[in-house]
Nanobody, 129 residues
Framework: VQLQASGGGLIQPGGSLRLSCAAS????????IGWFRQAPGKEREGVSC????????YYTDSVKGRFTISRDDAKNMVYLQMSGLTAEDSAVYYC???????????????????????WGEGTQVTVSS
């Protein structure tokens, strides 16, 4: 199981970015997966998670209405569309997943990053003017 996040960069406040998470070594369909972030000096936090069939989505309060998670199982990809970015969104963003046989409410999954089994390398998002 391998995950690779990409799409980060330097963006001005109010701008938009789309992060991508490429899954390889397994078929993404049916796997719950999420985006997490960690800013310097802060604990890692769940940003958004999506169920295995894409029907359930969770967003942490600070990103509701600004971020959208989606998945394209045909491409083995998960995306995080981010808009209205602020300096508080600056962090390294990671995608992570748990085995397909483990089913949890997406909110539970997103609020317990330590329980995530597989992590990709992160992508840096810096929001600054």
């Amino acid at each position: 199981v391998q995950l690779q996040a990409s799409g980060g960069g330097l963006i001005q406040p109010g701008g938009s970015l789309r992060l991508s998470c490429a899954a390889s070594g397994f078929t993404l369909y049916g796997w719950q997966i999420g985006w997490f972030r960690q800013a310097p000096g802060k604990e890692r936090e769940g940003v958004s998670c999506i169920s295995g069939d894409g029907g359930d989505k969770y967003y942490t309060d600070s990103v509701k209405g600004r971020f959208t998670i989606s998945r394209d199982d045909a491409k083995n990809m998960v995306y995080l569309q981010m808009s209205g970015l602020t300096a508080e969104d600056s962090a390294v963003y990671y995608c992570a997943t748990i085995p397909r046989t483990v089913i949890r409410p997406v909110s539970t999954m997103c609020n317990n990053y330590r329980a995530m089994r597989y992590w990709g390398e992160g992508t840096q998002v810096t929001v600054s003017s």
